[in-house]
């Protein structure tokens, strides 16, 4: 499996690196990584005061030509009805998105002595997992501590782990 990564705004080389550092290491794959994109037109919905995640989904599957396709964008996303989304993912399909907007807070609900940036780190590359899990066919699981779990809220993401539980696992392979 290729995954192309397509950052869209201004993403820090930082969120880069860790979101391919996470890919490889979980689904263990080549991680190419485009030059920047600007926002999509008409992405932008002013009166929510966010962009709609679905174009940059469309964006990162027309420029990635991986067999995977993820944008990243530090932009505030929604989709549908939902407040906001920290990703989305259309289920096996090739092109997801992730946004670092709501990921970047300076606590974890007091889960660890992990500095922010450590913190953020890990938000990162459990979310780009995740939502690759979704372009590969999972869906969301039950265990807590799998990175597939539903999490709507940081403090759900940060107790999740950023490895795939056994059946998961099992169902990529």
């Known amino acids: 499996m290729h995954v192309d990564i397509v950052p869209v705004g201004d993403v820090p080389a930082v969120v ?7 890919l490889r290491s979980v689904y263990d ?6 030059d920047g994109q600007e926002v999509p037109d008409g992405a ?12 940059f989904i469309e964006l990162a599957s027309r420029i990635g030509n991986g067999t995977k396709n993820i944008a ?6 929604y989709y549908r009805r ?4 920290f990703g989305l993912a259309y289920l096996s399909g090739n092109g997801s998105v992730i946004s670092t907007y709501r990921l ?3 606590t974890d609900g007091g889960f660890s002595n992990k ?9 990162v590359r459990k979310e780009v997992i995740h939502e690759i899990g979704h372009t590969l ?15 709507p809220t940081v403090r759900e993401v940060d107790i999740k782990e950023q490895t795939l539980c056994g059946s998961c696992q099992k169902q990529v392979l």
């Open 16 to 22: 880069k690196r860790e979101a391919s550092s996470g």
């Open 29 to 34: 794959c080549e991680v190419t990584l485009h």
């Open 44 to 55: 932008y919905d002013p009166g929510r005061q966010q962009y709609r995640a679905e174009e």
């Open 72 to 77: 990243i964008t530090g932009h505030d996303l």
């Open 82 to 85: 939902r407040n906001y989304v």
């Open 104 to 106: 970047q807070t300076s």
């Open 115 to 123: 500095p922010a940036s450590e913190i953020f780190a890990d938000r």
């Open 137 to 151: 066919g999972l869906e969301h699981c039950d265990n807590k501590r799998c990175v597939m779990n539903f999490s």
